[in-house]
């Protein structure tokens, strides 16, 4: 039985427990009126035998409306009121009984331990105390009338029965109360860790599915239906998200030695590489995994990029002076008069070369240094004339190629003035570099505008732009289109730009063209991180 219960709560195994109580209380009655109507019934006297009969039918009538009153409107009243019922008709029994009250004595022991189980340790206590009471008022009874069955050890023994039972019972209920609660606590335990472990799958970068012995979905996460772009229904059949897929698990089922290759889960879709996994719960399920095939080629490219930066130091060493003696022969040999047309093309290539190998080793320094942000107060507009000012000083020719367009206010943002610098002069050099159709002169327009609270840079031109294939892979380190690029601008501009809380994105121009844009981030989170 229930330990809770013995506090008075309830549930469905309370009930349970009272509606068993209450037919055995029908049983003791019905067995009681059998008696008391047989032929073996106690003979008193015609008075008391009469008064047994009426009471043995009370009883009976009485535990058959307990019974019902427990199947229509269980109530933890009820307890009580059965019990007081048993105690009222085996106090009369105690009172009208001469012989065979043993027998009706033995049967209260049952309803004893009941109380202990089923009540408070008070409660079941003062129950106890009662039917003790009334064992020795018979006895004291059976004395004065000068009864020769009066027995006092008998009485002792009934005595000590019901206490010992009574107690036994108290302590069963007390352990199984604790139990419950225990059970109860690792159930609560258990639940949320259940919900959390499913939250955590919900958010993994993985697609998750979990699969029964007949392959059909238990659980999946997001991930997992982005990856396929459908979603997954809980009984769907796996050939029914991916009909390859399904076969590499029956396949990894008979070979699991064999590591699956990777596909595809729609046309077009990214690279999927599946792992699968078998898991014994209540039976054989299966786990699916999906890993983002880009995912493991950006830590590849992270890999390289760290080895990089770790060889940055020796390589400036070991290249840049060598590339400064030949950029120093170079100069002087062009500055000689006695240099012809042909050997002075040559030097043209020489010196050309050498300013491309300077700007790789810039670059890979600056990837290398990945020094933290200092943001400061900077007015936009005027940061960005002075940057267009110092840029047309060292190239002339540029001025009627660019439009610095004025802003009616000031614009304030937080941002390093070294990584702004750096991020607009990239942007800049490719506008110029790449944004024109041949033979056609470049057009490029900087500006800054305001989106609600939030500073925007915009960087365009009116070139070809860049085609569809390309735009996902532009952000990608060493990825490039141009036989004299080195694929690393645009990546560390983007990497400065998140040092900064700032987003740089492109955007496609009707019409042709390309724009570039660095949306600030919002300056009090940014001093806030600092902090």
Known sequence: MAPAFAQGTDGPLRRRELYYFALF???????????????????PNPVNLETLQVLSGAYLFSAALLLVWDRLNPHPGQLIAGLGVDMAVFAVLAWLLQSGFQSAALMMLVNMAAAGLLLSQRRSSALTLLGIGL???????????????????????FAASYAATVLFCQMLASQAQLSQALAETRGLQLAEMAQMNEQIIKCMRSGVI????HHRVLLSN???????????????????????????????????????????????GPVVIPRFVSVTLNELNYLVFLEDSRIFSGRADELQLANLGRLSASIAHEIRNPLAAIS?????????????????????????????????????????RRQTASPQTLEIGGFLANLVEEHLSTHPDDRTLLHLIPTPAPVFALFDRSHLHQIVTVLLTNALVYGHAPHVPAEVRIGVRMDGRIPVIDISDRGPGIPPDQREQLFTPFHT??????????????????????LLRYEPVLGGGTRFSLRLSDGQALLSDQL
């Open 25 to 43: 209380r029908c049983l003791e009655a019905a067995l009681l009126a059998l008696w008391v109507f047989s032929p073996y019934a106690p003979t």
């Open 135 to 157: 064992l020795f008022g018979h006895y004291l009874m059976a004395r004065l009338r000068g009864e020769g069955d009066a027995d006092v050890v008998q009485t002792l023994m």
């Open 210 to 213: 979990l699969l029964d012995r």
């Open 222 to 268: 997001e991930a997992a239906g982005q990856l396929s772009r459908q979603s997954l229904l809980r009984g769907q059949a796996l050939r029914e998200y991916s009909e390859v897929l399904d076969k590499r698990l029956v396949h990894w089922r008979k070979h699991p030695e064999q590591r699956p290759e990777a596909l595809s889960l729609y046309e077009g």
């Open 328 to 368: 120093y022969a170079q100069q002087l040999l062009a500055e000689s008069g006695t240099v012809n047309e042909s050997d002075r093309r040559m030097l043209d290539i020489i010196g050309s070369q050498s300013k491309r190998l300077n700007g790789i080793i810039e670059n890979i320094l600056a990837l290398a």
């Open 481 to 502: 289109t141009s036989e004299h690029g080195t694929g690393l601008g645009l990546y560390i501009a983007k990497q400065l730009a998140g040092a900064n809380q700032a």
